[in-house]
């Protein structure tokens, strides 16, 4: 999913930042979107910002559920850093893993898996179940 906010949005606005969104996509079906306008970004020079956000899903051999035990185990942090060493050699960006209520041990367990070959960062909060990779197009943070 992408949310692409746009400082002063207009249609000539959208139509020029369509352009590096198609581009970056060309050859697959784009994620769904929502444009939206905002006053300002973080920095005056700051005009587009876009988020994407992947949630990954249980493992097909565990379609039934991922228990504390599960999430802790070795196999199930390399397969959450492989997938964030993916998306991030895709995009060029930072990855962080972002997890909720148990969601956060498999996002503190696949950031461990990554220091193996360069930093992320983990965060968790209490909250609904699952996993999120998000990564900033638009501006580096951390």
Do not use: C, Y
């Amino acid at each position: 999913m992408l949310r692409v906010f746009i400082v002063g949005f207009n249609r000539e606005v959208a139509e020029q930042a369509s352009g590096p969104v198609a581009k970056f996509f060309a050859g697959t079906d784009p994620p769904a979107s929502t444009w939206i306008g905002v006053q300002a970004l973080m920095h005056p020079a700051f005009l587009v910002e876009i988020d994407a956000v992947a949630v990954i899903d249980a493992p097909s051999d565990h379609q039934d559920g991922m228990n504390a035990i599960f999430r802790m185990s070795g196999g199930h942090a390399a397969d959450i850093g492989t997938v964030a060493a993916w998306l991030k050699k895709e995009a060029g960006v930072p990855v962080w893993l972002v997890g909720t209520s148990m969601g956060t041990f498999s996002a503190a367990g696949g950031a461990i898996a990554r220091t193996t070959n360069d930093a992320s960062s983990a965060t968790g909060s209490s909250g609904r179940r699952g996993i999120v990779a998000s990564r900033r197009t638009g501006r580096v943070r951390g």
